[in-house]
């Protein structure tokens, strides 16, 4: 049973400003399967078998769960990539590790994924990222989640044998739209990112260097719309600026110096745009899907009544076959 007390309400306006976004968030948030315990990695644990280390970090004050990966083959002599993991607005671990797949593509290949906590005034439900334009508690409360992550990659690399070359991010919505405010701050820590269904909202920096981008969106989304506004997000009451995709292709495109002119692919649903040419190949690469919404291709519903995937693109791997291609430079 669900129990809300409340403050008198002044308007029915600010109640649904301040209160039906929370509720539809804790409805999704409870939904979603939790992260599995697991031991600590204390002691330099090295794994032969699937391993889920769980664990809490302090930053500013608070302690923010998150969980790391390990592949079979990785035994901490021998260094590996790191793929850090964004949930989306609402989610928490869970919701990435259950929506994205990763964990089972970091098996096969052969790489360490995190999946860290965003932050909630529910504790661990309804957790946000301050991409800020969005979303929510992180967004009004302006959390320092450029500094949290920048502090998170350090760590891990402190605590796992990461190669350093090879850091990747990718989230999805209000994820995507936070490893986007990533890519524009933090393009010396990482060497590629890849987003779905997320925006930009205008205020990003210009990068300190190309970065290769990969960009998933399903034209139906209704939550990010492709071409821009706040969807859905606003009639739940939360201050969204997002830019059209059209917006975050061009910056990329022009930030990384690459071709305005794409090669252009159609498969089904699926059209492809890659925009190459940039002097260090920092690529830009854009996958649009028809007749699809607001979904992690290839993966599985984040609840019940979500927007159902595309089966004819695995965002989990068109994300790792992009990484594979791309290192920093050191």
């Not at 693109?313 to 290192?327: G, I, N, R, V, Y």
């Amino acid at each position: 049973m669900l129990v809300i007390l409340a403050a008198p309400i002044q308007s029915r306006k600010r109640f649904a400003q301040v209160v039906v976004p929370v509720l539809a968030l804790t409805v999704l948030s409870l939904c979603l399967p939790p992260a599995q315990a697991a031991p600590s990695n204390e002691g330099g644990y090295h794994p032969a078998v699937p391993t889920d280390m769980v664990s809490r970090i302090p930053f500013d004050g608070h302690k923010r769960k998150y969980v790391v990966h390990l592949p079979p083959s990785y035994d901490g002599r021998t260094s590996m990539p790191l793929v850090v993991c964004l949930h989306g607005g609402g989610g928490d671990i869970g919701f990435a590790q259950r929506m994205f797949g990763m964990s089972e593509k970091a098996d096969k290949e052969g790489f360490i994924v995190a999946y860290p906590n965003g932050s909630g005034r529910l504790g661990s439900h309804v957790l946000t990222w301050n991409a800020e334009e969005c979303c929510g508690y992180a967004e009004a409360k302006r959390i320092d989640d450029v500094g949290f992550v920048r502090n998170f990659i350090q760590h891990l690399r402190t605590d796992y044998n990461v190669d350093n070359k090879r850091v990747y991010l990718v989230g999805f919505s209000n994820g995507a739209m936070m490893a986007y405010r990533l890519a524009s701050e933090l393009a010396n820590e990482i060497a590629a990112v890849a987003v779905v269904s997320g925006s930009m909202n205008g205020k990003e920096k210009v990068p300190s260097r190309s970065l290769p981008v990969l960009i998933i969106h399903g034209l139906e989304d209704k939550h990010v719309p492709v071409e821009g506004g706040g969807g859905k997000l606003a009639k739940w009451g939360f201050d969204v600026h997002a830019k059209p995709l059209d917006y975050a292709v061009d910056f990329w495109v022009n930030a990384n110096g690459c071709e305005p002119q794409p090669r252009v692919e159609r498969h089904g649903a699926v059209e492809s745009k890659v925009y190459s040419g940039a002097t260090d190949d920092s690529e830009v690469m854009v996958y649009t899907i028809d007749g699809y919404a607001h979904s992690w291709p290839g993966g599985k519903r984040a609840w019940l009544l979500a927007d159902r995937p595309c089966p004819q693109l695995s965002a989990t791997d068109k994300c790792w076959e992009f990484f594979q291609k791309h290192s920093r430079k050191l």
